[in-house]
């Protein structure tokens, strides 16, 4: 396994194909572009920027890979698989920072507040506030889920 990659430094651009994964790296603080467009601009997007594209289309895989794109192709939108895979792959880390987080709407780095009675963070771009409520629950478990899918192999 990979150690964790600087996450400040690793960038992805998602097809719209996985468009949940892009929250989830968000959360923990990578730089993902959502793209819904066409694929010739995402192409050169990605090599334009130094991103890595995750990709469920084999098409566009194949096309990345001639035309020298980093890429990976996944083979199921499967939330914990597909991190487990990311995280052997790519080094990504699977912890949550407080301090690295993302905004899931657009990909700005939120600011955390201290508030009461909990830590709230914001986003300076889009205004949206985030704090840890009920559905930490389900991030936790597929991130435990995840990281014990990297344990089995």
């Keep these: 396994m990979n150690p964790p990659t600087d996450r400040r ?3 992805f651009i998602v097809d719209a ?3 949940n994964l892009v929250s989830w790296l968000r959360i923990l603080g990578y730089d993902t572009l959502y793209w819904s ?3 010739s601009e995402l192409l050169e997007t990605a090599k334009k920027t130094g991103r890595v594209i995750l990709t469920m289309d084999r098409k566009l895989a194949s096309t990345a890979l001639r035309n020298n794109v980093k890429t990976y192709l996944i083979p199921e939108n499967q939330t914990s698989q597909t991190l487990a895979e ?3 792959r790519f080094g990504l880390s699977l912890e949550f920072d407080p301090l690295q ?3 899931p709407n657009c990909n700005h780095l939120l600011v955390k507040i201290m508030s009461e009675p909990r830590d709230e963070w914001i986003c300076p771009n889009c205004g949206k506030h985030y704090w840890i409520g009920g559905h930490w629950r389900n991030i936790v478990r597929v991130l ?3 990281k014990a899918k990297i344990a089995e192999a």
Aim: proline share 0%; charged share 45%; hydrophobic share 30%.
């Design 9 to 11: 430094r690793l960038r």
């Design 144 to 146: 435990e889920e995840a």
């Design 86 to 88: 990311l995280s052997k």
């Design 101 to 103: 987080t993302r905004c």
């Design 37 to 39: 467009g066409e694929d």
């Design 17 to 19: 194909m996985l468009g």
